[in-house]
Nanobody
Framework: QVQLVESGGGLVEAGGSLRLSCAAS????????MGWYRQAPGKQRELVAT???????NYADSVKGRFTSSRDYARNTVWLQMNSLKPEDTAVYYC?????????????????WGKGTLVTVSS
C-alpha cells in the first residue's frame, strides 16, 4: 500500500514563507508525476505545481515567481517552497502522486492523494 505523508503546513503572516514536504512510502518501482494541489474553503481543488519525470516543474499562474517545487526521485519525495505568501493562498494543500508503478510489470500505474495539510496565511 502506497501512502503519501505531508508535513510543513501551519499559520504564517502575509509575506512569510512555508515549506511543505511529501514522502511516498511503500513498495514503489517508479512515480511518473508528483505535485501539489490545494483547496480553499468553498472553492474547487486546483493545481499548484507538478513535477513529471524528465520535465521541469509546472506551476499555476497564481503562484509563479513565489512558489518553487523540487523533487527527489530516489527518495520519492517532493517539496513546495512557498514565499511571499498571501491570504488567498490559505487552503488545504494536497500532495499527489500520479502513475505510481509498484513493479516493472505494472504498466498502468495508480494515482494517489495525500490527506492534506492546512496552510493559513493571516493578513
Amino acid at each position: 500500500q502506497v501512502q503519501l505523508v505531508e508535513s510543513g503546513g501551519g499559520l504564517v503572516e502575509a509575506g512569510g514563507s512555508l515549506r511543505l514536504s511529501c514522502a511516498a512510502s511503500g513498495i514503489i518501482f517508479s512515480i511518473n508525476t508528483m505535485g501539489w494541489y490545494r483547496q480553499a474553503p468553498g472553492k474547487q481543488r486546483e493545481l499548484v505545481a507538478t513535477f513529471s519525470t524528465g520535465r521541469s516543474a509546472n506551476y499555476a499562474d497564481s503562484v509563479k515567481g513565489r512558489f518553487t517545487s523540487s523533487r527527489d526521485y530516489a527518495r520519492n519525495t517532493v517539496w513546495l517552497q512557498m514565499n511571499s505568501l498571501k491570504p488567498e493562498d490559505t487552503a488545504v494543500y494536497y500532495c499527489t502522486a500520479w502513475g505510481v508503478r509498484l513493479s516493472a510489470s505494472d504498466t498502468i500505474g495508480t494515482n494517489y492523494w495525500g490527506k492534506g495539510t492546512l496552510v493559513t496565511v493571516s493578513s
